[in-house]
């Protein structure tokens, strides 16, 4: 069986390297841009567009060259890049610097682990699985910013780009790691117990390990910690992507 970790190139396609740069890289800078010239300088501190930018490249890096940690590493990189633009475009100094080091590292392998197991299960297809899924925590990203209610606390609860969303919020603007600790746990324990999926991908089991994992860590989201509820989530989520008057 394959080591998840070794380093071995699946596929490199043009399309799926742009795919990744599109969502990863090109959106979320668009978005900074945006925001950096029509809101308040608060505004540039968006968890929703950093939250892109791990999990485009993230998952559909992992999925493109299958290594675990390679795809973590360009996810931090890129968000290290984001960090820096947003800082250039006004965004305030880093308030809790070690806490958004934290929660972009855990966000990355959460995300990342996702991408490693397409590449394992999917091999040259895995990068069209990733970009589905990018483009559907997106896509609830962008309902929750445009359209505020529309969608239940529990379903918010179930996505791991709205955890990564609070804890690089919370990182930013907020009172640091402790007020984000379920939703850490929760982009923690889905990391492992995907990587397990990946690497024992041929049995049964680890998938419903996966999926029972995913269920009690979104109701851990769900019911732990008044700090960190879906209706902080979502309030979070809007309030950073809306374009607010100086």
């Known amino acids: 069986?394959?080591?998840?970790?070794?380093?071995?190139?699946?596929?490199?396609?043009?399309?799926?390297?742009?795919?990744?740069?599109?969502?990863?890289?090109?959106?979320?800078?668009?978005?900074?841009?945006?925001?950096?010239?029509?809101?308040?300088?608060?505004?540039?501190?968006?968890?929703?567009?950093?939250?892109?930018?791990?999990?485009?490249?993230?998952?559909?890096?992992?999925?493109?060259?299958?290594?675990?940690?390679?795809?973590?590493?360009?996810?931090?990189?890129?968000?290290?890049?984001?960090?820096?633009?947003?800082l250039a475009l006004g965004m305030p100094a880093l308030s809790h610097p070690s806490s958004l080091i934290l929660a972009m590292t855990i966000a990355s392998a959460s995300f990342a682990a996702r991408g490693a197991l397409f590449a394992k299960t999917l091999s040259r297809r895995g990068w069209l699985m990733a970009l589905f899924v990018v483009a559907g925590e997106a896509s609830v990203?962008?309902?929750?910013?445009?359209?505020?209610?529309?969608?239940?606390?529990?379903?918010?609860?179930?996505?791991?780009?709205?955890?990564?969303?609070?804890?690089l919020q919370t990182a930013l603007t907020g009172t640091g790691t402790y007020a984000a600790l379920p939703v850490l746990i929760a982009l923690g324990g889905t990391a492992v117990t995907t990587l397990l999926a990946a690497r024992l991908w041929l049995h049964r089991w680890p998938y419903l390990l996966m999926f029972t994992a995913w269920?009690?860590?979104?109701?851990?989201?769900?019911?732990?910690?008044?700090?960190?509820?879906?209706?902080?989530?979502?309030?979070?989520?809007?309030?950073?992507?809306?374009i607010a008057q100086h």
């Open 1 to 86: 069986m394959r080591d998840l970790t070794s380093f071995r190139l699946l596929n490199w396609p043009t399309q799926a390297w742009f795919a990744m740069a599109l969502t990863g890289v090109v959106v979320p800078i668009l978005t900074l841009l945006v925001l950096s010239s029509t809101a308040s300088s608060s505004a540039v501190a968006s968890g929703p567009v950093f939250t892109l930018g791990l999990m485009g490249v993230g998952i559909i890096g992992a999925a493109i060259v299958g290594p675990f940690r390679v795809g973590v590493l360009m996810a931090l990189v890129n968000a290290a890049g984001l960090v820096v633009l947003a």
């Open 141 to 167: 990203l962008l309902i929750v910013s445009a359209f505020p209610g529309l969608l239940p606390e529990w379903f918010l609860a179930l996505l791991p780009a709205q955890w990564a969303s609070i804890a």
């Open 215 to 242: 269920l009690g860590l979104s109701a851990l989201v769900y019911f732990w910690s008044p700090a960190v509820t879906p209706s902080t989530i979502v309030a979070t989520t809007t309030a950073s992507l809306v």
